[in-house]
């Protein structure tokens, strides 16, 4: 986990900010988010490119976390936005990140998002298939303009990641065959519609090796060698997102060492070059904040049941991923850590964050924080079992802020309606019947205030 968070008079704290205070605040569970820490990561990596000597622009992953206050803090900074929706393609804007600095990428761009994205005036977008090239020039034709393009190669390299983050093998529905490239490279540039700027290429997500990235990142260099040397007027180069973070005890890449392998294979052609990194900007940079319900003794195995879950955080049970889980207050030195698994209370064996993990004794009603999960957390996060989606506080220096406000369950049920045959009552609408819940639910708060 990244130096954001750590114990401070013993308890864990985001830089002075303690988590108890935070969770006292808004509630459990809660995503807590560190601008200092995606700030000391975007300067990193800008820096280390620079130092290498190559004309690069980070366009971060927004798909990792697209909160808006994460996204503006980036943009504030100079960075760009790689968006694979019109919804991101919106966030990025209205985070103020300029046309001019976003890449649209995603295999499956519709007809809408692509014409959303010439009206954005964007930097390129990444084309992924012929017939996509086909249908981007008619949408940029309609309109009376050009869309940039850069043609998306799958390079056939394995990047030794999770099956699932997998993107750049033969096997993946991503990218442009390699062999195939340079036809429909020759065919973009006839295109009137189309612009073509570059290449592009993207081979997997959580890469902790270097080698796939200069295998990779050398193909794709020859390639674009080539295709210029032919006459085919490139001058841009995305070299993708992926760098992988430490989740448990993997040793990615120092940034320096990444950016000399980019330097290395491209640098030698002289254009800018695109990053499009997510996970490694924010994914150390938050983590969930959960309170212990109960404490299960079963016969064979220890159950720490705790009030967030998979729907909160789902990479537990998606990929097998292991998060770090830490007591909030500081344990002592010699509490003998006890086996025990640390689930959620929805009603699958799949929702867990950790089997068989080592942790101090706890208590009902201790916090525990979920590490390592800025990145692809509540972004990933649904309502099942109509679970209230967690709150997201961003802490910067002293201050922190709700930045996104734990709903109501009024407010969910409003989202939905019945139709006319299903209605309760001729007098009485959907409306009232919500607005009855919500008075309902407003006097079991208050009786639990009370209570208390
Ligand atoms: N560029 C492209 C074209 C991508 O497909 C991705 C991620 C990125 C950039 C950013 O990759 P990053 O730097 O974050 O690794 N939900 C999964 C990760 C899915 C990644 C998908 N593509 C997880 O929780 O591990």
């Not at 802020?401 to 734990?406: H, N, P, S, T, W």
Request: hydrophobic share 45%.
């Amino acid at each position: 986990m990244s130096s954001a968070f750590l114990y401070r008079d013993g308890g864990l704290s985001a830089g002075p900010v303690p988590l108890a205070e935070v969770a006292a605040a808004v509630g459990t569970p809660a995503f807590v988010y560190s601008a200092d820490a995606i700030l000391a990561r975007y300067r990193a990596m800008t820096g280390a490119l620079a130092a290498e000597g190559l004309d690069a622009t980070v366009c971060y992953a927004v798909k990792a976390n697209p909160h808006l206050a994460v996204v503006r803090t980036l943009a504030c900074e100079g960075a760009g936005a790689d968006v694979v929706s019109e919804g991101e393609l919106l966030r990025a804007r209205t985070a103020g990140v300029p046309g001019e600095r976003i890449v649209f990428a995603g295999v499956g761009k519709t007809e809408a998002e692509m014409a959303a994205g010439l009206e954005a005036g964007i930097l390129q977008f990444n084309v992924e298939s012929e017939v996509e090239l086909q249908t981007l020039d008619r949408v940029a034709r309609d309109k009376g303009v050009r869309a940039p393009v850069s043609l998306r190669i799958n390079p056939d390299v394995d990047a030794r990641t999770h099956a699932k983050i997998t993107t750049g093998t033969a096997e993946n529905k991503f990218g442009i065959d390699h062999a195939q490239a340079g036809a429909i490279a020759r065919q973009a540039a006839d295109l009137p519609g189309i612009d073509l700027t570059g290449l592009a290429v993207h081979i997997g997500s959580q890469l902790v090796d270097l080698a796939p990235y200069a295998l990779a990142f050398e193909k794709v260099a020859q390639l674009f060698g080539e295709l210029r040397g032919g006459g085919l007027p490139l001058r841009r180069l995305d070299l993708g997102g992926g760098i992988g973070i430490s989740y448990r005890d993997e040793q990615p890449p120092a940034v320096a060492d990444y950016a000399r392998v980019a330097a290395k294979a491209v640098g030698h052609l002289g254009v800018p070059v695109i990053f499009e990194p997510g996970r490694w900007m924010v994914g150390d940079a938050g983590l969930l904040l959960t309170r212990v319900i109960f404490v299960k003794r079963g016969v064979k195995k220890s159950f720490v049941i705790v009030d967030a879950a998979m729907n909160d955080l789902i990479r537990p049970t998606l990929y097998d991923a292991w998060h770090d889980i830490l007591p909030v207050a500081k344990p002592a030195p010699d509490a003998p850590a006890q086996a025990v698994d640390i689930v959620g209370p929805i009603c699958e064996s799949g929702d867990l964050f950790a089997t068989d993990r080592a942790l101090p004794p706890v208590e009902p009603g201790d916090l525990l924080a979920i590490c390592s999960a800025g990145a692809y957390g509540a972004t990933m996060a649904s309502t099942y079992n109509s679970r209230l989606p967690a709150p997201e506080v961003l802490v910067a220096g002293a201050d922190w802020a709700v930045i996104k406000a734990r709903p109501d369950h009024a407010t969910l049920l409003r989202q939905e309606s019945l139709p006319a045959w299903l209605a309760p009552e001729a007098d009485l609408g959907a409306e009232a019947e919500v607005d009855r819940q919500s008075d309902r639910q407003e006097s079991m708060h208050a009786g639990s205030r009370a209570a208390s």
